[in-house]
């Protein structure tokens, strides 16, 4: 289903997991691993970010947030002693696609 068509409080969800709660979570361990002067940051972002994502608009959308926040914050914390890096699978197998409901799609089977 299209965006339009789909169920708020299900887009909300991915929104809250994908970008508030990771950059909720980054903010407050990248803070205090600065302060400690040491430690590693590894984000999960994916492929997807670099697609539009026709039918799946939220999900590449936030993966493209991610990719490029993670990129940000590693140039900002390049003299603090943490690292950043972000990990940008392809397709996995997983119950993605069937959350997704996109099992009748090629990369979904």
């Known amino acids: 289903r299209g965006f339009v068509d789909q169920d708020w409080k299900k887009v909300r969800r991915i929104i809250d997991t994908n970008i508030t709660g990771t950059v909720y979570l980054a903010h407050q361990l ?15 972002g994916s492929i997807a970010g670099f697609m539009p994502g026709t039918f799946q608009a939220v999900y590449n959308g936030t993966k493209a947030f991610i990719d490029s926040f993670s990129i940000a914050l590693r140039h900002e914390l390049r003299d603090t002693g943490v690292t950043g890096s972000v990990l940008m699978p392809g397709a996995t197998q997983t119950r993605f696609f069937e959350r997704a409901e996109m099992m009748d799609t090629k990369v979904g089977t």
């Not at 990248?30 to 984000?43: E, K, N, S, V, Y």
């Open 30 to 44: 990248g803070a205090r691993m600065a302060r400690r002067g040491r430690g590693r940051i590894l984000f999960t």
